[in-house]
């Protein structure tokens, strides 16, 4: 079954008559065909895919005619829509209520007097990517087998008098001569005392000796990776010795947990109270994991804040990132991408080394 069809299925045990997609992931998701301003409007029985002049020749040659209706409206996007829902005598209308801006909300609104705006798109589609198919993880594995090797190239760029900006600067320059079409989120990589922040910003200031970890991802044919590795500029005393085994352990201990059927709070509180019980209580403040794919963060996660009934499932991609930060001193934190297979195995999707490194 194609992304479109369980969407049309979707919509019809939904009740509704039809589905306004607006954001650039949802249409990416549906048609596989990246482009900016435009909808796709589905109904149970026809789907159509606006555009506009500057993308309608690549639109022709790259989506399935079969799926759906090309459409560079010359009347403007809004009467269009209106225009195809009266043909499809199409009443209760879903949009992404996390995507759709009040302004254009009331824009709709306005547009369409005849038809019921309700909220329910966002948590549809959504439904829809918690869980990946054999295509979607063949193009996670290449982003992530890109960052990777950005991982071992990194390594032997790095030199003492560089800035935590060249640093990042040269790893996204890499990840883009690999094929990645961008970088999943804004790169960091951060040293010393900048290491004790959690989404620190790369500085334009000398490399610090100490900890400098690197949370970084690539983004191939619309999917995500996502990685952190900490490794050492000089040489490790023994507290961070100490602390670089905890958070390892804690990562291990997670993954060698994750089972289908496993409550994503069990999972965080597995890692959590390792890292408490061995000294570091309350420096251990953000979630375990989150869901990746055409978003850096999804559903499922692994968090305290978690739902109460959600579990790990067949088809999740979900990452384990435990980290220890010591404010104004340092912090470390190691990442892997875990995929959930259809007879219930994981697999770590990441193969950087994780054994503790020192540079210079």
């Known amino acids: ?6 969407c049309k299925e979707r919509l019809r045990q939904a ?6 997609v607006s954001s650039k992931v949802g249409q990416r998701y549906l048609s596989d065909f990246n482009y900016d301003d435009g909808y796709i409007l589905v109904t149970p029985d026809k789907s159509y895919l606006l555009t506009d002049f500057r993308y309608i020749e690549a639109a022709n040659a790259h989506v399935n005619s ?35 801006t009040y302004g254009l909300y009331e824009t709709f609104r306005d547009a369409l007097p005849g038809c019921n705006l309700q909220k329910g798109g966002s948590a549809l589609l959504v439904s829809l990517r918690l869980y ?11 982003a992530q087998a890109i960052t990777d090797e950005t991982f071992s190239y990194i390594l032997t760029f790095i030199k003492p008098e560089m800035t935590e900006l060249e640093v990042a600067l040269e790893m996204e320059f ?8 961008g970088v999943a989120f804004d790169t960091i990589a951060v040293s010393g005392t900048n290491s004790s922040r959690p989404h620190g910003v790369p500085r334009n200031v000398r490399l610090e000796k100490g900890f400098f970890t690197m949370d970084f991802g690539a983004r191939f044919d619309g999917y995500d990776s996502d990685m ?22 804690a990562q291990t201990a997670a993954i060698e947990a994750l089972h289908v059927g496993i409550n994503c709070r069990q999972v ?6 390792l890292i408490d019980g061995a000294g570091y209580a309350g420096c251990f403040g953000h979630g375990l994991g989150h869901g990746v794919g055409m978003y850096i963060h999804e559903s499922p996660r692994f968090s305290p804040a978690a739902p109460a009934d959600q579990v790990l499932e ?3 991609v979900v990452t384990v990132e435990p980290g220890i930060y010591l404010a104004g001193k340092y912090g470390c934190r190691i990442e892997d991408m875990i995929y959930v297979h259809a007879d219930g195995t994981v697999e770590d999707l990441t193969h950087s080394p994780k054994d503790l490194i020192e540079l210079f």
């Not at 952190?228 to 352990?249: C, F, H, I, P, S």
């Not at 965080?268 to 109270?273: F, L, V």
């Open 66 to 100: 079969a799926e759906f209706e090309v459409l560079a409206p010359k009347g403007g996007m809004l009467a269009e829509i209106a225009s195809r829902l009266r043909t499809n005598n199409a009443k209760t209308v879903l949009f992404e209520e996390e995507e759709m």
């Open 15 to 20: 009740g509704a008559d039809a589905l306004i």
């Open 174 to 181: 890499h990840m883009r001569s690999l094929g990645s079409e």
């Open 1 to 6: 079954m194609t992304h479109l069809e369980a």
């Open 228 to 249: 952190t590795r900490t490794v050492v500029l000089g040489k490790a005393d023994t507290e961070m010795k100490k602390l670089y085994q905890t958070v390892r352990n």
């Open 314 to 316: 067949v088809g999740h």
């Open 132 to 142: 990946k198919d054999e295509e979607e993880i063949a193009r996670i594995r290449k």
């Open 268 to 273: 965080d509180r597995i890692a959590r109270d």
